[in-house]
């Protein structure tokens, strides 16, 4: 069994940053990619970014320049650093581990709201 936590969110005013972190934990082999979701209220959810095992990154447009992913391959945590927030980045947000055999293992998700 494997374990998708989430930390992080909270409360803060448009221009503040926050820092998203994800720790995976149980019967791990491997893992692929890590990703960032969220989900904005009547809103599907989408995808923010993404990293893979060897490093490569996509963003979202809308946050390109002010989120930044990154992984610790050792400890199996992903994090989402996000600076100059803005009101619409108000969602909750969800880690999505793509484990080697299990597949698609997804968080509980953390409220970011940004107030304006």
């Known amino acids: 069994q494997v374990q998708v936590v989430e930390s992080g969110g909270g409360l803060v005013q448009a221009g503040e940053s926050l820092r998203l972190s994800c720790a995976a934990s149980?019967?791990?082999?491997?893992?692929?990619?890590m990703a960032w979701y969220r989900q904005a209220p009547s809103k599907q959810r989408e995808l923010v970014a993404v990293?893979?095992?060897?490093?490569?990154?996509n963003y979202q447009d809308s946050v390109k320049g002010r989120f930044t992913i990154s992984r610790d391959n050792a400890k199996n945590t992903v994090s989402l650093q996000m600076n100059s927030l803005k009101p619409e980045d108000t969602a909750v947000y969800y880690c999505?581990?793509?484990?080697?055999?299990?597949?698609?293992?997804w968080g509980q998700g953390t409220l970011v709201t940004v107030s304006s």
């Open positions: 999505k581990v793509d484990l080697a055999v299990i597949g698609q293992v």
């Open positions: 990293i893979t095992s060897g490093g490569r990154i």
């Open positions: 149980g019967s791990i082999f491997s893992i692929n990619a």
